[in-house]
């Protein structure tokens, strides 16, 4: 049978339509409620890309009542808990810390930076004017990943396509030129969010392979591809095999890593920063910077020690000078049994960071006039 | 007959469309996820 073409086309259009429609409307309240952190089968190292809507969704179905406060954590593999299991990760010693007033929400991603993902949730509650503090982690020599090295590049399109970030015309700029002429890197992610903009292909495909079947194999899950996202519970090693993996590195390439932050241009830093990050998200912050083991810090010379602290401390007042809101060392005087590698912290580090964080935070709520 | 012939044409023509709608939905998801593995890092 020939077929016609008026209503073979017409049936195209309904057919985008119609499923454009569903994408815009689907929602996994079960990925919300569950939601502890961005975990490996459920985050870009297993080919799954959360999207901006279900940054929104976890925001708005994980409690009943909202919080008078919002605390959301972005940043790197530090703040998403790297090295403590799910039941015991800092942010939920965090949240017991600050109680029921506050609502601690983990969207900091394995090899993530402040400005690439997590942020989205904290401008997005910006936008809608609801009290929001963001907790973000820094390293000594740089705050923002530039945005094609990021893995997380897909979302901050996508986000901003939604309307979900703050205006900020340097950022803005930015976004909106790259898909005609940025580097092949932001080009893709870019060309492909405007046509997920119209189109919601990525959140209704995300959702039937998060509540139904997972339809693209990876190496990473491998035979188990094809089950539903949901269907995989974090596992990852308990206590005692984060304990028999700590400092497993090779000492000299971790003090090469530490020898090579001075390497960085902070002006290329600080111009990126000023670029990705919203002055009115950076009021609410509190940035946090990544201290390196003393395991591998006493093993420096100590003019490498020094000058180590030295860059620590400059990170500190140039992230003041851009307008943060605190910028704090936590870990500054954590010991080597607080780590499990060069950066990441065991059970008893994360524990020792909340509580830590939580008074800065608490008092950040009175100063911005979220609680009394 | 021929009214029930046009018709069946139409919806078949139309079901068609539908398909290839799924279809290049689906396309545009997949080709979105880069083909490159992203990190695979200790922590």
């Known amino acids: 049978m020939k077929l016609l073409a008026f209503p073979y086309f017409l049936g195209c259009g309904l057919g985008l339509l119609i499923l454009s429609w569903f994408g815009a409307q689907v929602q996994s309240p079960r990925m919300a409620r569950e939601f502890v952190r961005f975990h490996q089968s459920i985050n870009v190292e297993a080919d799954y890309f959360p999207t901006a809507r279900q940054v929104r969704t976890i925001i708005e179905s994980s409690r009943e009542a909202a919080p008078k406060v919002y605390v959301i954590v972005g940043g790197s593999s530090v703040l998403h808990g790297s090295g403590q299991p799910p039941d015991l990760v800092w942010t939920r010693f965090l949240q017991e810390e600050l109680g029921p007033d506050y609502q601690v929400i983990n969207f900091a991603q394995r090899s993530g930076s402040p400005a690439d993902f997590g942020n989205i949730a904290a401008e997005l509650l910006l936008l809608q004017s609801r009290p929001v503090i963001f907790v973000a982690d820094a390293d000594i020599v740089s705050y923002v990943r530039p945005l094609q090295d990021s893995f997380y590049r897909h979302i901050i399109f996508d986000a901003w396509h939604r309307g979900y970030l703050l205006p900020w015309p340097p950022r803005d700029r930015l976004l909106s030129e790259v898909a005609w002429r940025g580097p092949k890197e932001l080009r893709e992610p870019a060309l492909g969010s405007i046509l997920d903009a119209a189109l919601n292909f990525n959140d209704l495909w995300n959702f039937v392979g998060y509540e139904f079947a997972n339809s693209n194999w990876n190496r990473f899950l491998n035979s188990s591809s094809f089950k539903a996202r949901s269907s995989f519970q974090e596992i990852g090693p308990t206590v005692e095999q984060f304990a028999s993996m700590r400092y497993s590195y090779d000492v000299d390439t971790a003090l090469g890593q530490i020898r090579a932050q001075t390497t960085w241009h902070w002006d290329r830093m600080s111009q990126v920063t000023e670029q990705m990050v919203p002055p009115a998200l950076r009021a609410v912050t509190l940035a946090t910077i990544d201290f390196a083991s003393p395991y591998y810090l006493d093993r420096l010379a100590p003019t490498e020690r020094n000058a180590f602290m030295a860059r620590a401390y400059a990170q500190m007042q140039r992230l003041q000078k851009l307008g943060f809101n605190r910028v704090v060392m936590a870990a500054k005087d954590f010991t080597e049994d607080d780590y499990i590698d060069l950066v990441h912290l065991v059970v008893s580090g994360g524990q020792k960071l909340a509580t830590i964080l939580a008074p800065t935070i608490k008092q950040m709520a009175t100063e911005l006039k979220y609680l009394p | ?43």
């Open chain 2, 1 to 43: 007959m021929t009214a029930f012939m046009n018709a069946s044409r139409w919806i078949v023509s139309m079901g068609a469309g539908i398909a290839t709608a799924l279809v290049m939905h689906y396309m545009l998801y997949r080709i979105s996820i880069p083909i490159k593995p992203f990190i695979y890092v200790a922590f």
